[in-house]
């Protein structure tokens, strides 16, 4: 799945920035957001690289070596 990252109007005026959405394409992320965010209109939409941000893909073994790193 891909992540897509919103800048949104919400319906009462508010700008909304930094929305992380994941969908198969744009299309599903948008109708996920229009779920939460009913009568919201979509000012910028960009596509999140993979590879970017946290790695969410850590093992047990990556865990463990995180929690007993010492400084």
Not at 9 to 16: D, E, F, I, Q, T
Not at 19 to 25: E, K, R, V, Y
Not at 28 to 41: N, P, W
């Given at each position: 799945?891909?992540?897509?990252?919103?800048?949104?109007?919400?319906?009462?005026g508010?700008?909304?920035?930094?929305?992380?959405?994941?969908?198969?394409?744009?299309?599903?992320?948008?109708?996920k957001?229009?779920?939460?965010?009913?009568?919201?209109?979509?000012?910028?939409?960009?596509?999140?690289?993979?590879?970017?941000?946290?790695?969410?893909?850590?093992?047990v073994?990556?865990?463990?070596?995180?929690?007993?790193?010492?400084?």
């Amino acid at each position: 799945m891909l992540k897509y990252q919103f800048k949104i109007k919400a319906r009462n005026g508010l700008v909304v920035e930094n929305l992380f959405i994941q969908g198969q394409d744009r299309e599903d992320a948008e109708r996920k957001l229009f779920q939460m965010y009913r009568g919201s209109t979509v000012l910028e939409c960009t596509e999140s690289q993979p590879g970017t941000g946290r790695d969410e893909s850590l093992d047990v073994g990556g865990i463990i070596s995180l929690i007993s790193k010492q400084e």
